[in-house]
């Protein structure tokens, strides 16, 4: 589905990305793992058009080359944001109708809608209240459920467990292995390295710019050098 070729990022004098090569399937949850200010966000962001890149991507086969966010959206690469970034003014349902207009999706939402409300149905609940209100857990739901409404083809988190409650996390993470089951592939950037790889098909470790291991997510776990490197007391990178 996703196809990366000598990817790089160079901003604000800063080489984020140096030649990073990677291929997501259709269907997987594809985690990268790595250390504070390896690369991580930039990969993400460069993916969805936020910031300028190198090299060449490939999505569903045909190369994304210079589109800008807003056609990349359309098109159904779709990110969750590092901070969740909902409109604090606005109503659950307002940010969610936000999603579905930023896609350029017509007609009716109440499918949509009722997908969303399924997977996290504290936003039913709460459709009228302010989003700056909710709970930061209840926050990344609907940052979650905002994407969904856009009707993703790949779903893109970046560091989607930060801030939130063991519980919280839990309730997360079921829910992307839930939309996983149901055929929506998934590239999860983490910095809780043993859940990220509890929870993916596959992996990459991402150090200084350049992807240093790649491979099925459960083999990855078992190396010593990645579990003495990155799971320490409760599988937070430090």
């Known amino acids: 589905m996703l196809e990366i070729r000598n990817l790089g ?5 800063i080489h984020a990305l140096r030649g990073v090569s990677l291929h997501v399937k259709h269907g997987d949850i594809f985690t ?4 504070n200010g390896a690369g991580k966000s930039s990969l993400v962001n460069a993916l969805s058009g936020i910031v300028p890149s190198s090299g060449e991507v490939l999505f569903e086969g045909e190369p994304l080359g210079r589109q800008p966010a807003h056609q990349r959206s359309r098109a159904g690469v779709i990110q969750v944001p590092e901070g969740r970034r909902v409109i604090a003014t606005l109503s659950v349902a307002e940010n969610l109708q936000l999603g579905r207009q930023a896609a350029g999706i017509r007609g009716s939402d109440a499918a949509d809608l009722d997908r969303v409300h399924a997977l996290f149905p504290v936003l039913a609940e709460r459709r009228n209240q302010l989003s700056g209100s ?36 839990k309730d997360v993470f079921r829910a992307l292995v839930q939309l996983n089951r149901e055929g929506l592939t998934i590239l999860l950037v983490e910095q809780n390295a043993r859940l990220a790889l509890q929870t993916a098909n596959q992996a990459a470790v991402l150090e200084q710019g350049r992807i240093v291991q ?3 997510a459960a083999e990855l776990a078992e190396d010593p050098a990645i579990a003495d490197h990155y799971f320490g007391r409760a599988g937070l990178i430090a």
Do not use: C, N, W
């Open 9 to 13: 990022v160079h901003y604000r004098g």
């Open 32 to 35: 990268l793992i790595g250390p």
């Open 134 to 169: 909710l709970s930061g857990g209840q926050q990344q739901m609907l940052a979650i459920g905002r994407a969904l409404m856009g009707r993703p083809k790949i779903l893109m988190l970046d560091e989607p467990s930060l801030g939130l409650a063991p519980v919280i996390i």
């Open 214 to 216: 790649q491979g099925p």
